[in-house]
């Protein structure tokens, strides 16, 4: 089993940037595809960007296409989540999950999400 931690959130004004990490315990991460995924407050969780096992398939939430990238690196067991032109709706908790590698690789695996990362725009 994957254990994650997500680091790198923060307070930004709008229109900069933030890394997020996350970085996976154990040695299966490079079996599982990855995503990432947010919850601002009084909504539902919803799917942001998610990366295949090998790194060479990537999708995106229209909400974040353009603006984000999603990136990993096997070998240090670390999937990333490059946020550029933020904005105030994109304030919100991230979490970063293993995902089925199937379609758009957007359902999460498992019913047990991390603390996240929170995230915080300011306009």
């Known amino acids: 089993q994957v254990q994650l931690v997500e680091s790198g959130g923060g307070l930004v004004q709008a229109g900069g940037s933030l890394r997020l990490s996350c970085a996976a315990s154990?040695?299966?991460?490079?079996?599982?595809?990855m995503g990432w995924f947010r919850q601002a407050p009084g909504k539902e969780r919803e799917f942001v960007a998610a990366?295949?096992?090998?790194?060479?398939?990537?999708y995106y939430a229209d909400s974040v296409k353009g603006r984000f990238t999603i990136s990993r690196d096997n070998a240090k067991n670390t999937v990333f989540l490059q946020m550029n032109s933020l904005k105030p709706e994109d304030t919100a908790v991230y979490y970063c999950?293993?995902?089925?590698?199937?379609?758009?690789?957007?359902?999460?695996?498992?019913?047990?999400w991390g603390v996240g990362t929170q995230v915080t725009v300011s306009s």
């Open positions: 990366i295949s096992r090998s790194g060479g398939s990537t």
């Open positions: 999950k293993p995902t089925l590698s199937r379609g758009t690789l957007s359902t999460p695996i498992g019913d047990y």
């Open positions: 154990g040695r299966t991460f490079s079996s599982y595809a």
